[in-house]
C-alpha cells in the first residue's frame, strides 16, 4: 500500500515538471528573437556611448589584437571613426568589465563600465560618470597617478581598469592601428 502512495506522487510530481518543462521551453521558442534583438540593441547603444560619432559598427570586420576584438565603429558613410573593445580586467574582488573606445588617433573616447564587484563605497566608485568621462581623451603615453586617478581608500579598483585601458591601447596600437 505504501509502494503504490510513492508511485502516484512521482508519477503526479513528474507530470507537473514534464508541463512546466512544456510550458517554459514554448515560451523561450517565443521571446528568444525578441531578447536576441533587444541584447543587439543594447550592444550598440553601449558601443555608441564610447564611440559617440559611430552610427553603427561592423562585427564582421572585427580585429583580433592581443586576445582583445575591435569592432570598427562607422559613420554614415561607411568610413571607421574609432573601435570599441569589450575589456576584462582583475580587480579587487573579481574581474571589472568594460567597453572602451579608441579613436583612429589612438585616444580614449569613451568608457563604460559594465560589470563589477567592487566594494560598495569604495571601488565601486569607477562606476561613477565622471570618472569615466575622467579618461576621454587619454592615450597609452597617460600615467596613473594616485591622486588624479584614485579615490581615497580604493586604489586597486582604478589601477585595474587603468591597466585595462593600457592593455587595450597597447593592443590597438600593435594590432588594429598598423
Known sequence: M???RFIHYGSVLLAIAA???GLLAGVNGMTKGVIADNKVK???AARTAVV???KSFDESKAVMSDDLKFIPGLDENGNVVGYVVVVSQGGYAANIDFSLGVGLDGKVTGLSIMNHQE????GAKISGEEWQKHWIGTD???EFTKA???FAGATVSPTAVYTGIQRALGAFENGVRK
Open 148 to 150: 588624479a586617478d584614485a
Open 140 to 142: 597609452k603615453s597617460y
Open 119 to 122: 566594494t560598495p563605497g569604495l
Open 2 to 4: 505504501e509502494r503504490n
Open 42 to 44: 543594447a550592444e550598440n
Open 52 to 54: 559617440p560619432l559611430a
Open 19 to 21: 508541463v512546466c518543462a
